[in-house]
């Protein structure tokens, strides 16, 4: 049985660099799903460590910051693009366009097969990141993006006062 999902998709700066972002977005919407968020990141290193937590002690972590931030290909591709689709069974529908992490082993009609390598520093350059499970996907998300930001109320929310305005956060 199929299940309601929501999902974050980043377009990493390779995807930019390569002018993919219409073919992937194209092959996205293969999954039919719905896009609720959307926009343009500029990834500071407090982002890519939250991110990549899981990766910050690796001693390839300054790399894989360098490349996710953009700056390995200069300061006009220093952003990606990033995205919350929901419907249902989406983490699994997008992963499976998306290909296997590594594009080395992804499927070669995959987005990863057919766009990303394993650059000079060992570092895959895979175009597009997808949450990998419900979890993570709430996690990624509400790291991502703030409610606001997102087109229906998909977590629960609080009402806090910052500088005497009211403000909606994540729970």
């Given amino acids: 049985m199929s299940k309601h999902q929501y999902t974050l998709i980043i ?6 660099v390569k002018s993919l972002t219409g073919n992937i977005l194209t092959r996205l919407s293969e999954a039919r799903l719905r896009i609720i968020a959307a926009k343009v990141v500029k990834v500071s290193r407090e982002l890519a460590e939250k991110h990549y937590s899981h990766l910050v002690d ?22 990606v693009l990033a995205f919350v689709y929901e419907g249902e069974d989406a983490i699994n529908r997008v992963r499976k366009i998306a290909g296997s992490t590594n594009p080395l082993e992804a499927d070669p ?11 000079k520093k060992n570092i895959m350059e895979n175009v597009i990141h997808c949450s990998d499970s419900e979890q993570s996907a709430e996690k990624e998300i509400k790291l991502w993006f703030s409610p606001n930001e997102i087109i229906e109320e998909i977590y629960p929310t ?5 500088n005497n305005f009211e403000v909606r956060e994540w729970v």
């Fill in 11 to 16: 377009l990493k700066p390779d995807a930019l």
């Fill in 109 to 119: 009609i995959s987005i990863r097969g057919a766009y990303g390598r394993i650059n």
């Fill in 158 to 162: 609080k009402i806090v006062i910052k």
């Fill in 58 to 79: 690796k001693p390839f972590f300054s790399d894989l910051y360098e490349y996710f931030s953009g700056k390995t290909y200069g300061k006009e591709y220093e952003r």
